[in-house]
């Protein structure tokens, strides 16, 4: 991607971010994260200028990686294709591709939710409302075109609650006066403010240069951190299903500290927007909320693992001074009684089988046993 002097380099895009995120996207010399290619090729409705793979762990076995597919395309088949991509009912453009163009050593995850980042601008002096739309309460055209383009749907699909429309828009990002973002749950748009003067405008070639470059980055920042987070969920959930729990905590908590050194970012950039475009993105999925609920989990269970490991010793101790007490004792009165030999001590050893046996048969007895059995 390229606007005047400005080139999506990997040089020019790490300065962008924090060294820690700059490692995340792209990697280093001797570890690169990234790859792209320029297939300049048309799918329906568009074309794609763009393909890039980002896999943030190469050295993970099965590592996840995630494909951004940069597209151009009418304003006016704008709004379809997107609608395409998420898959609507009503929509009558066909869904492109995409995976089709991926090389062979890439598989798409089945069943896996297509990420959208529309830009937008205008000619027109006034911006017209979106297609068939209608009005909000609170909602100026600005945020009708936002809303429809961010979540991919016009207002037959999903028509937004008059009586909660101040809270659909809690993912508006403010970046100037010459355009607005927004990031939904499923997809960010961005609106130019004022119309478009073509290749003379002094900002807006920029504004979609920041937007294929700069701003995708901190949502893909934030598309990791949501994949890693799930993983950390499900693996949590299945704490109790685990034969070793200790053994489980142990590997659970060294994937917990390993992502909250790595990849828990969240000043992603030294600029203002990048930040405020990854913040509004952990918003949206509640990557706060479900980060912590990961470690009140963890904490809760470390309490478990360790009441059932006290439990366990108790219990163990318990049943070694159950068994070794009638031997003690046996041993003892051989000792007292002077008799030393095979026969008086195999007649020790066997009184002190069934004193044990009587012992474990006992209410204290059968307690330790089920407290073992219990724990294994």
Known sequence: MTYRQARATVTARSTYFSPACAR????????????HRRPATTVPGATVFGIEILVP???????????????????????????????RRASTTQSPNLAAL????????AGARPFTIAFLTRLEPD?????????????????????????????????????????????????????RGFVARDGAAFLGQRPDQGDDDPYLGYAQYYTHAAYTDA????????????????????????????????????????????????????????????????AQHHLPEKFDAILNEIADLNR????????????????????????????GVLQVLGADTIRDLLLALAGAVAGTAVLLITRLGRVLLRSLRRLE
């Open 127 to 179: 911006l017209p409302p979106p297609p068939n739309s209608e009005p909000v309460p609170g909602w100026s055209t600005t945020d009708l075109w936002l809303w429809q383009l961010a979540t991919r749907t016009s207002h037959t699909d999903f028509p937004p609650d008059p009586d909660h429309a101040a809270d659909l828009h809690l993912g508006k990002v403010v970046l100037s006066a010459d355009w």
């Open 304 to 331: 478990i693992a360790q009441t059932q490991e006290g439990t366990r010793t108790s219990a163990a101790l318990g049943l070694l001074t159950v068994v070794g007490l009638p031997f003690g004792a046996a041993l």
């Open 102 to 109: 991926l090389p062979t050593w890439v598989t798409l995850t």
């Open 57 to 87: 762990d190469p050295k993970a076995e099965n590592a996840q990686a995630f494909a951004v597919f940069h597209l151009g395309a009418d304003s006016s088949d704008l709004l379809g294709i997107l609608r395409a991509v998420a898959g």
């Open 24 to 35: 995340i996207l792209y990697g280093t010399a001797d570890q690169p994260t990234r790859w």
């Open 219 to 282: 949502l893909l920042i934030g598309m990791i951190q949501n994949t890693a987070i799930a993983a950390l969920i499900d693996e949590t959930a299945l704490a109790f299903n685990a034969r070793d729990l200790p053994r489980h905590l142990a590997r659970l908590e060294t994937r917990l500290a390993r992502f909250r050194a790595i990849y828990w970012l969240r000043d992603a950039s030294h600029h203002g927007p990048a930040n405020n475009i990854l913040t509004a993105y952990q």
